[in-house]
């Protein structure tokens, strides 16, 4: 073994410095190679455990998975933390244990050290804390929001009531990419941070996003400018209502793409209370009765001569009435449609060209045809003539010149697309197939070069000469007897009898 490799180390000194550097970088490439494909070969797919974290948060985690042996990376700065994603579930559990990732901020487990030794006002701050952390976490577990910041004032409580200041809060939210927080949200959350501070009002809570932006209505102490903000997005959400009835009624009928659809709904959103008392004259009811007799005697009679000792009897009668009175609160409903306009534009029908390549003739919709379309949107919409309803339906050619444009447009990015496709795959074969001619091409010269310096191996050893004595004579080499073949045997029947042979050939031809 060690005369080969001193054989194979004289070698190499013998080779030129080039032949050498080929070989040296030939073995690397190789080396490299193999190293390459084992690693590709035992790639773990890495997915995501978390992104968008704050420092200390991608600390702790990443303390937690070195103690769980579990290999981790960091990308997007350090905010995000990714792992093999068959153990990803796994790892989520274990960390949901340990508290992570606890959103930034610090919950009530604040109150899990001791507090004692602590001041109130440190009780309180505490508390306030806790609130916080609470909320924000709360917040960020929306799925439109990444992380959020919860800021409360809580001013001291003041002997005196007018004296009191109401509390405040600000909310700072974080959008995950291509996410927004429609009105309806944010005003969710401004009633959940309202519900979770005592003597906090909605619209005393304050929302930003990250870029500065004022998601939460300008809380501005005129009620009617707030009212009218209120009251045109109710206006706009009915006539999307209605505005979608109608169009999807028409894209089942005629197909989508075929008609445009606006609604203009005019709401009456005038406050009105009204009491209204009404009296019936003739259903009397009787409140109260007061009956009075007097008696008295009459002496006159008794002076002139006639019957002593007559009485005279008064009766009074005093009877109250009250005359029956219905007494209504009516309180209008506010938001009541007031006037609905309708505007309906629907495309005609298309049959064949007039000319050949031509475009296709266009048909009007029929009166009795837009006459039914008509009455169905009535129908869906709510029309009434009592509110003196408007409506319109026109039936019109539609302009397709800007579509075929833009269809033409994507089938020569697709074409496109689909050519740079094949020829980026062309390309990585051809590339690979000149990879390859190069290193046969290399190899050949490299074996070749070798073996132009390699010596050849020794001869084998001659085989030592066979000596004969020469008082015995030597034996005679008898040639082995072999077995006849069957053309031997074949040749000796054609000359012993040849009429069989024939016979048999005459058999053959005639069958």
Excluded at 134 to 143: A, F, G, H, K, P
Excluded at 217 to 223: K, L, N, Q
Excluded at 464 to 484: C, F, G, L, S
């Amino acid at each position: 073994m060690y005369e080969l490799f001193q054989r194979m180390v004289d070698t190499v000194k013998r080779m030129p410095p080039n032949l050498r550097f080929m070989i040296v970088i030939s073995t690397v490439l190789v080396v490299a190679g193999t190293v390459l494909i084992y690693s590709w070969a035992q790639h773990m797919t890495y997915g995501v455990l978390y992104a968008d974290l704050p420092a200390e948060e991608v600390g702790a985690i990443v303390d937690q998975l070195e103690q769980m042996k579990i290999p981790y990376r960091l990308s997007g700065g350090g905010a995000t933390v990714s792992i093999e994603e068959s153990k990803i579930g796994e790892a989520r559990v274990r960390l949901a244990s340990a508290g992570l990732p606890s959103g930034g901020a610090m919950g009530y487990e604040i109150f899990d050290k001791s507090t004692m030794g602590m001041t109130e006002f440190v009780q309180k701050l505490n508390f306030r804390r806790a609130l916080e952390g609470e909320l924000t976490r709360t917040i960020s577990s929306l799925s439109e929001v990444a992380s959020a910041r919860v800021h409360i004032v809580m001013p001291e409580q003041k002997l005196f009531v007018e004296d009191e200041i109401a509390p405040t809060a600000s909310v700072v939210v974080k959008l995950r990419a291509g996410a927004r927080l429609d009105p309806r949200k944010v005003n969710g959350i401004q009633q959940l941070v309202a519900s979770g501070v005592e003597g906090l009002h909605a619209e005393n809570v304050t929302i930003l996003d990250y870029a500065g932006n004022l998601l939460s209505p300008a809380a501005s102490g005129d009620p009617v400018a707030m009212l009218s903000a209120r009251q045109l997005d109710l206006q706009k959400s009915v006539e999307s209502y209605l505005q979608n009835k109608a169009q999807s009624l028409l894209d089942g009928v005629i197909g989508p793409g075929r008609s445009l659809v606006r609604v203009n709904a005019k709401l009456n959103f005038e406050q009105v209370e009204k009491t209204v008392e009404e009296y019936d004259p003739d259903n009397l009811a009787i409140v109260s009765q007061e009956r009075n007799e007097e008696t008295t005697s009459d002496n006159s009679a008794t002076a002139e001569g006639g019957n002593a000792g007559s009485q005279v009897k008064k009766e009074n009668t005093i009877t109250n009435y009250e005359v029956n009175k219905t007494v209504q609160r009516i309180i209008a409903e506010t938001g009541n449609i007031e006037k609905l306009t309708l505007s309906v534009i629907v495309d005609g029908k298309y049959g064949p060209p007039a000319e050949e390549g031509g475009e296709p003739a266009f048909t009007p919709r029929s009166t009795e045809e837009i006459s039914q379309l008509s009455g169905a949107l009535k129908n869906a919409v709510g029309y009434d003539d009592n509110r003196h309803d408007s409506f319109e339906m026109v039936s019109v050619q539609f302009d397709r010149d800007y579509f075929k444009d833009e269809q033409s447009e994507l089938d020569k990015l697709e074409q496109r697309n689909f050519f740079m496709d094949i020829g980026m795959k062309a390309l990585k074969v051809i590339g690979l197939v000149i990879a390859f001619l190069f290193i046969r091409k290399m190899w050949k010269k490299i074996v070749s070069a070798v073996k132009a310096w390699v010596p050849p191996p020794p001869p084998p050893p001659k085989p030592a000469p066979v000596q004969r004595i020469e008082d015995e004579p030597a034996e005679p080499i008898m040639p082995e007897k072999r077995k006849p073949k069957l053309t031997d045997q074949m040749s000796e029947v054609a000359k012993e009898r040849p009429e069989e042979i024939a016979k048999v050939i005459r058999t053959m031809m005639i069958e």
